[in-house]
Structures are given as structure tokens and as C-alpha cells.
């Protein structure tokens, strides 16, 4: 797995986890408190859009810490991110970078 495959995945869990929070009849904790708000739909809209950013911005964050390029807490040092055969995993910071901020969005 490279830098690229490993990001795509933790795109396609904020997508999951969007859906658990914003889906109309999503089972999820976060989903029940969203229904008890009673928004309109523009203000669904809005909401979804914000935690979008949120969780998008969390993900970027902590990919590039585990990469070595942000802090995590108080701490900055690079790990060793590797697959199930031992390959270490590349190239983080940039494809999280194409992913969550570059001209296709994530």
C-alpha cells in the first residue's frame, strides 16, 4: 500500500462517517442528536457542510502527525506507518494534501 491508497482510505471512513452522522434514518448517536435539533433544510445543509470541514481538517491533522509533519499534542516525531507485510507506507503529507485540500476536495 503507498501514501495515496492509505489517505484514499481514511477518505472513504470520513465519508462513512458522514453519512452515520447526516443520514435521515442513520442509527448513530450523532445522527439522533442532529434529528432532535429540528433543522430546516438549508440549515441541514449547513450543518452537513460544517462537520465535513470539521472531520476533513481532523483527518488531514492527524495524518500529518502520524507522518511527522504536524504535532500531535505536544509532540512531533515521524512514525512508521506500515502495511500487513511490513512495507512502510510513503509519500502521506503530499497525498493527504491532494485529497483533503487540493482541487478535488475530499
Known amino acids: 500500500m503507498d501514501g495515496k491508497e492509505f489517505v484514499a482510505n481514511w477518505s472513504a471512513l470520513k465519508a462513512e462517517l458522514l453519512a452515520a452522522f447526516m443520514a435521515p434514518d442513520a442509527a448513530s448517536a450523532v445522527a439522533a ?8 433544510a438549508e440549515q441541514t445543509v449547513q450543518l452537513r457542510n460544517v462537520l465535513n470541514t470539521v472531520v476533513r481538517d481532523t483527518m488531514y491533522t492527524l495524518l500529518l502527525g502520524l507522518d511527522g509533519e504536524a504535532s500531535i499534542g505536544n509532540s512531533q ?29 475530499g
Open 33 to 40: 442528536q442532529i434529528r432532535e435539533m429540528g433543522l430546516s
Open 77 to 105: 516525531q515521524q512514525f512508521a506507518i506500515s502495511d500487513e507485510d511490513g512495507n512502510v507506507i510513503q509519500g502521506i503529507e503530499e497525498a493527504a494534501w491532494e485529497c483533503f485540500h487540493g482541487d478535488t476536495e
